[in-house]
């Protein structure tokens, strides 16, 4: 068994992060990483720059480019994600102004509620 286990974490493990959790935690990593690209934002993103005057394809290009930059800035520097935040959002700068109008939509609350429901769908699907 332990063989196994160690062969689908290298098969896993080579196409993304691979990590053992306890089984109980299995459908909050399903809401979180299982639905979690589809909660990524770069079309969005993309929408706002055509807004703006970029085209589509510069757009879509500069959205899933800042995110893949975020992310690996994340990962690389260990630091926590408001830290990260903080350190790129001058006083009185673009920045802060958009993290405000987006806080004043409920943004963080739409992501968290969006993870804690599909955890919920997969704990009622999977005791169907």
């Known amino acids: 068994m332990v063989e196994d286990g160690k062969l689908l974490e290298q098969l896993m493990g080579s196409v993304g992060y691979c990590t053992e959790v ?37 757009a879509v290009r500069l959205g899933a480019q800042a995110l893949l930059g975020a992310a690996k800035m994340l990962l690389e520097s260990e630091q926590h994600p408001g830290q990260l935040k903080d350190n790129v959002a001058s006083p009185g700068g673009a920045t802060i102004h958009a993290l405000h109008v987006m806080e004043s939509g409920g943004f963080r609350s739409l992501l968290i509620n969006a993870v804690e429901a599909s955890c919920i769908r997969t704990r009622y699907s999977r005791k169907k």
């Open 22 to 58: 306890e089984e109980d935690l299995i459908d909050a990593v399903t809401g979180l990483s299982g639905s979690g690209p589809a909660y990524v934002t770069v079309d969005a993103l993309a929408d706002g720059g055509v807004k703006m005057g970029l085209p589509r394809r510069l």
